[in-house]
C-alpha cells in the first residue's frame, strides 16, 4: 500500500495523478505483452522462414511472463527448440508503442506521419519501429494509390492474429482495473481524458 499519494482536493495534482497513472498502467500493459510466442503453423519452410501463426489464448503470456529476459531492439527471435517438439516458436517483444501501433493499423491503414500524430510521437520514432515490426513480418508496407512517394502501413495476417492477442490481454488487464473503477464511470473517464488530450 502506497502512504505517499497526491490529495484529490487540490486540482493542481492532477498534473501529478495523469502520470502517476500513465506510468502504472503502462507497466503493467508491458508486462502482459512483453512477449507474443508465435508457433509454426505448419513443418516446412517458404522462402527459408517458418510459416507462423500466433498462438491463442492467453497462456501465451503466461508462458512468456516465465521466461527470463527484458526487451530487445528487435521485434522478435527464433527460439529453435520449441516446445512439445513442435519445431520452434517465434518470439515476440513488443514495446507498448508497438502495442498502440499495431491496434491502429487494425482499425485502418496508415503512415508514418499520421501515426506520429495519432501518437504524439516523432517521425523518426514511429519509423524506427514500423521498421522492426516489418522485419517480423506483422506489417506490410506499400506505395500510397495517393502519392507513390509515400507508403501506406497495412497489418499482415500474422499482424491481425497478434493484435487479438493483445486484446484479449488488454481486456484482462481491463478487468482486474476495473475492481477499482465502477463501470459507470469509465464512459465519462475516456470523454475527460480525450478533452484532455486535444
Known sequence: MRTQRPD???ARNLFVLLRNAHVLLERQLGEVVARIILA????HHEGGGATRRAVSGLEAWDRSRRTAGNLVGDAGRWDGDGEGGDGGAWVVNLTVVDVHLLRRLAVRPSSTA????YLLCT???????M???EGSGLIDRSPSYRDS????LTLSDTGREVVQMIERAMDGLLDVIGDDVPSEHWRALLQDLDTLSR
Open 40 to 43: 509454426d503453423a505448419t513443418t
Open 8 to 10: 484529490v482536493e487540490d
Open 114 to 117: 499520421l501515426l506520429a500524430e
Open 123 to 129: 517521425h523518426p520514432t514511429v519509423r524506427r519501429r
Open 131 to 133: 521498421a522492426v515490426l
Open 149 to 152: 512517394r509515400m507508403n501506406t
